[in-house]
């Protein structure tokens, strides 16, 4: 085993994952038509979505490369599956611990149907358990913290505040903030999300 395999991952996903599991027992019948952050986007389908995302980047990891790893990102018409409160907390705990392994950050793979590099892929994976968690526990009214390590990475991938994403790109443009709002704000808000959002606000 040569040094570089060695070598641990960057980040470790299972923080981010048990605090997007942990949002999932709260979410009531009522609550999985409630509207999130994301514009047209019910809590049913965001949770459709997180099931997806969180199996494609499991799949991502381990560079097995097929039908999850091939299909680009979308709600559109996406319909949560049934027994969802137990496939999906074992789909994010597999997800993260794909990513532990430091072959996972290695070399190139596929995820939303781009190849990329294996260490760009893991933050990108990151980034969507961090702003999802955000996301779901916004639109059901839970409390959210995520750690600050994880924060900076959100920071370091997103755009820069002013810029446009690119074409393609899910985020929307930057949202202002204070230079020294929460580090949790000004991650949210470069995402093109409001920090201030609530559901009827």
């Known amino acids: 085993m040569d040094n570089e395999t060695k070598t641990a991952p960057p980040q470790d996903l299972a923080p981010a ?5 942990g949002l999932l027992d709260a979410v009531d019948g009522p609550l999985l038509s409630a509207p999130t952050p994301c514009p047209g986007v019910p809590v049913s389908a965001l949770l459709a979505h997180i099931g997806g995302l969180a199996v494609a980047f499991r799949d991502a990891a381990h560079k097995e490369l097929g039908a999850t790893t091939d299909t680009a990102p979308s709600v559109e018409g996406i319909v949560l599956a049934e027994g969802w409160r137990d496939t999906l907390p074992r789909a994010l705990d597999a997800m993260a611990t794909a990513w532990r392994s430091p072959e996972a950050w290695q070399g190139m793979t596929r995820a939303g149907s781009v190849d990329l590099p294996g260490q760009v892929a893991g933050m990108v994976a990151l980034n969507e358990l961090v702003l999802h968690g955000w996301d779901l526990a916004r639109a059901t009214g839970q409390p ?9 990475s959100t920071l370091a991938l997103l755009a820069e505040p002013g810029d446009s994403p690119p074409a393609g790109s899910p985020f929307g443009p ?9 580090l949790l704000d000004r991650a949210v808000a470069r995402s093109g999300r409001r920090p201030d959002w609530r559901p009827g606000g």
């Open 174 to 182: 930057p949202v202002p903030v204070p230079d020294d709002a929460p």
């Open 17 to 21: 994952a048990r605090q997007l599991a």
């Open 144 to 152: 959210f913290r995520a750690e600050e390590v994880h924060l900076e």
